[in-house]
């Protein structure tokens, strides 16, 4: 399996920015899929996770109201709708993909990994 994230980047602090995640290797709808960002000095913290059929999601307190995952199983993609960007959002977002948990908001739950995207918002 390959994780490939896209579409970070720097934007303004009330700004918007959306995430992609293109996966390959095996059947994308096998598997559950989540997002996760790591600031640094701190640890990697759970951000979103939608199931495999893409009908129930789960967010973090921090971001819930503000991100929107979603996912495109024809086209085997997950995204991050990221709105309201706040200067706290700033990290390196992974997106990462489950075959045994829905739902799972620890790295633990996740079997493979994509290398990560860089998004900073500025004050």
């Known amino acids: 399996v390959q994780l490939q994230a896209s579409g970070g980047g720097l934007v303004q602090a009330g700004g918007s920015l959306r995430l992609s995640c293109a996966f390959s290797g095996r059947p994308f709808s096998n598997y559950a899929m989540g997002w996760f960002r790591q600031a640094p000095g701190k640890e990697r913290e759970f951000v979103a996770a939608?199931?495999?059929?893409?009908?129930?999601?789960y967010y973090s307190d921090s971001v819930k109201g503000r991100f929107t995952i979603s996912r495109d199983n024809a086209e085997s993609t997950v995204y991050l709708q990221m709105n309201i960007l706040r200067p706290e959002d700033t990290a390196i977002y992974y997106c990462?993909?489950?075959?045994?948990?829905?739902?799972?908001?620890?790295?633990?739950?996740?079997?493979?990994w994509g290398q990560g995207t860089l998004v900073t918002v500025s004050s």
């Open positions: 939608i199931n495999r059929s893409g009908g129930t999601t």
């Open positions: 990462a993909a489950g075959r045994y948990y829905s739902g799972g908001t620890l790295p633990d739950h996740y079997d493979y």
